[in-house]
């Protein structure tokens, strides 16, 4: 069974920092692309960042410098560090992997984030 398992989301002030971890189980790890999604209340799901199997890291331009994200291909867990958030920052943040050639794709199941001015 495949799943997904985000946590580390809560209630921060602005200028706080959170770590999400993404741990999964029932697939290849290794095989997958990583990436880190949100969806604020009103708006589309937008990518925040993204780690290829590779190690390419890519991030949104609105996280750029204070979002980190990292994967531990041991544990199949994928990390976001995220520091000196904002209250743009709210959202649900999901966890999804691609694999890498195969059309394979799965979604947790979101973790809130919730930052107060």
């Known amino acids: 069974q495949v799943q997904f398992v985000e946590s580390g989301g809560g209630l921060v002030q602005s200028g706080g920092s959170l770590r999400l971890s993404c741990v999964t189980s029932?697939?290849?790890?290794?095989?997958?692309?990583m990436s880190w999604y949100r969806q604020a209340p009103g708006k589309e799901r937008e990518l925040v960042a993204a780690?290829?199997?590779?190690?390419?890291?890519n991030y949104a331009d609105s996280v750029k410098d204070r979002f980190t994200i990292s994967r531990d291909d041991a544990k199949r867990t994928v990390y976001l560090q995220m520091n000196d958030l904002k209250p743009d920052d709210t959202g649900v943040y999901y966890c999804?992997?691609?694999?890498?050639?195969?059309?394979?794709?799965?979604w947790g199941q979101g973790t809130q984030v919730t930052v107060s001015s």
């Open positions: 780690a290829t199997t590779t190690s390419i890291l």
């Open positions: 999804y992997g691609k694999h890498a050639w195969a059309r394979l794709n799965h």
């Open positions: 029932g697939v290849t790890f290794t095989n997958y692309d």
